[in-house]
C-alpha cells in the first residue's frame, strides 16, 4: 500500500511486543542489512529514539525503483485504555512532528495501530 500510495510517511501508534505478545510485526530490519518481504526490500537507513516515539528512515524497494518513508512511531500509547493525563504534553508534541512532516508531502499519509484492520489514509489538506 506504501508504494502503490507513494505515500513517504507511516505513522505507527503502537509497540511491536507490549505485555510479552506480539502486537504488530515488526516490518523492518532490525540492523542496517536490508530484509527482504516477497519481491519488497527494506533497508534501515537511521533510527532516533526518545522516551516515547522513534523516528526511522526506511528505503523502500521494489523491482528497479526505490522509495524513502519516513516512519513515526509513538512507543507510549498503553495496550488497553487510553493513555494517562501526564502523557497529554508527549502526544501533543508526536502531532506536533506528524504535522510538520505531513505538511512537506502531498502523497497520503499511513497510520496504524497494532491490526490490519486499523491501517488509514490521510490526505494532507491543501492551501
Not at 509497540?15 to 505478545?21: L, V, Y
Not at 510485526?25 to 519488497?40: K, S
Not at 527494506?42 to 533510527?47: A, G, H, K, N, T
Not at 494517562?84 to 504534553?89: K, R
Request: proline share 6%.
Amino acid at each position: 500500500m506504501v508504494l502503490q500510495q507513494k505515500s513517504h510517511i507511516v505513522v505507527m501508534l503502537t509497540q511491536c511486543n507490549e505485555r510479552r505478545r506480539v502486537k504488530c510485526d515488526h516490518y523492518w530490519p532490525f540492523t542496517d542489512e536490508p530484509v527482504a518481504y516477497g519481491e519488497i526490500s527494506v533497508e534501515m537507513l537511521s533510527e532516533t529514539e526518545s522516551p516515547e516515539w522513534t523516528i526511522r528512515n526506511f528505503r523502500l524497494g521494489y523491482a528497479d525503483e526505490s522509495q524513502d518513508v519516513l516512519h513515526l512511531n509513538y512507543t507510549s500509547w498503553p495496550d488497553h485504555g487510553v493513555p494517562t493525563v501526564n502523557a497529554i504534553d508527549s502526544i501533543l508534541q508526536f502531532v506536533h512532528i506528524v504535522r510538520q512532516q505531513a505538511n512537506r508531502t502531498k502523497e497520503p499519509i499511513v497510520v496504524h495501530c497494532r491490526y490490519v484492520q486499523g491501517v488509514y489514509q490521510a490526505r494532507p489538506e491543501g492551501p
